[in-house]
């Protein structure tokens, strides 16, 4: 994980350049002025990743600045992140510097941490994890409250559990989530209510059914549903499939059915072009689709999927790539124009830049 360069002041001043430039690049095709999600300027950030540093009897987290790749930023603690790991770094150094068993060629130390509170620590290691060291981890995360996980080449130990649980309010609802160690989870937790409350916003009164593709863990699958007579999902990774069905059940949403396929599978399912035993139990046909939600990976839609969303009446369309989106909604443009937008500052003091579109058949 690169150093980034944090200054508060110049926040403000960072996202109005960032948000300049989307709409710049927008402006061809009709953009709404877009609203704007802002970050908090310190402790937004709910994963961290550290190498761990060597040095006589010490262990530091350490990090690299890309102008000097090879000389180590010793740090006490990180700003970008959550207040929960902020405090937890200093006193989980302190341990395993007295802890020669937990501290022996430590290599990297990553956590994932809730708003709600909860932390899992991952210890990574260069070196085979023995009983010796489980019974040190289990001591260690009884007396600091936390999940532990070891790792080494071959090797996952979990101390109790891989996952945490977050839980936050949205418009009235408390919702739950299981976030996975390693899976991909939102690593801005206050932008993410921002998102899942403007998707809401968004589809408010659509009605119909919703088909949403790569669903993940169902961040907005379990928000979405409510406002939908009945929601398809679809996501392709098993452990992110996993967390989705236990989201559901642990907020309760029963209009919703879960499968686990490609964009260019459901497409060829939904065309009749193939049939796949995974769908035995959905019935495509009872289907009465208002609206398509996508969250794609940097790389956008791939053709099929945007011949797929075309048929579509609307697009509510989250992006993590602005040249992407515009490269998709240019291929849209026949069929769809925008009528609502949004930025979202996931990741301040850098070029990346959120985003969100709701798009109506013309």
Known sequence: MA???????????????????????????????PEVFCSAPQHYRMRAEFRMWHQDERVDYAMFDAERPKQPVILDTFPVASETICTMMPILRDRLIANEVLKHRLFQIDFLSTLS?????????????????????????????IQLIGRSRGQKIVVDRDWVLEAFELNGRQLRYKQIEGSFTQPNGGVNRQMLAWACKQAAGLGGDLLELYCGNGNFTVALAPLYERVLATEVSKSSVYAAQYNLEANAIENTAMVRMSSDEISNALTGKEIFTRMKDVDLDSYRFSTIFVDPPRSGLDETTLALAAGFEHILYI???????????????????????AVFDQFPYTHHLESGLLLKRR
């Open 3 to 33: 150093l980034p360069g944090i200054d508060p002041t110049q926040y403000a001043a960072q996202l109005a350049a960032k948000l300049e430039l989307f709409k710049q690049s927008f402006a061809p095709y009709g953009l709404p002025e």
């Open 117 to 145: 509170g909860e932390l899992l620590v991952t210890l990574i290691y260069h070196r085979k994890l023995d009983d010796e060291w489980e019974a040190a981890a289990r001591a260690l995360a009884a007396d600091l409250n």
């Open 319 to 341: 992006s993590c790539n602005p040249q992407t989106l515009q490269e998709n909604v240019a291929a849209l443009q026949a069929t769809h124009q925008i009528v609502a937008s």
